[in-house]
C-alpha cells in the first residue's frame, strides 16, 4: 500500500476506534447522529495537521457528511473498497469515487 492508502486507512480506523470506546464508556444506547458527531469530533482536528495533508480532501469529505447519514457504515465501506482496490493505483480520485461511494463531486 501507498502511504496515501496506509494514512486513510490508519484514520478510518482509528476514528472507528476511538468512536467504540467513547460508546462503549455509556451504558445506554448511543443513537447514529451521536456517533457520527463523535466521528467527526475525531476527524476535524487532523485536517490542520501536516502529517494528513495527504488525504486533507478526503478527511473535509467525511468532515461534511450531514449528521444523518451513518458515517460509521460509510467508514466500513471506504476500507472494504479500499481491500478491494488494495495496489490498483495512486492519488485522489476525481468526479466518481469508488472509495467514497456517498460523495458525488459537483
Known amino acids: 500500500m501507498t502511504q496515501y492508502y496506509e494514512t486513510l486507512k490508519d484514520v478510518c480506523e482509528n476514528a472507528l476506534l476511538n468512536m467504540y470506546l467513547e460508546v462503549s464508556s455509556n451504558n445506554r444506547f448511543t443513537p447514529i447522529e451521536k456517533r457520527t ?3 467527526k469530533k475525531f476527524i476535524k482536528p487532523k485536517l490542520k495537521m501536516s502529517k494528513y495533508k495527504v488525504i486533507k480532501p478526503e ?3 467525511l468532515a461534511l457528511v450531514k449528521a444523518t447519514i451513518s458515517l460509521e457504515s460509510e467508514l466500513h465501506k471506504l476500507l472494504a473498497n479500499m481491500q478491494k482496490y488494495k495496489g490498483k493505483g495512486d492519488g485522489v480520485f476525481q468526479g466518481s469515487c469508488p472509495i467514497f461511494p456517498f460523495y458525488a463531486a459537483a
Do not use: A
Open 37 to 39: 458527531q463523535i466521528i
Open 59 to 61: 478527511l473535509k469529505r
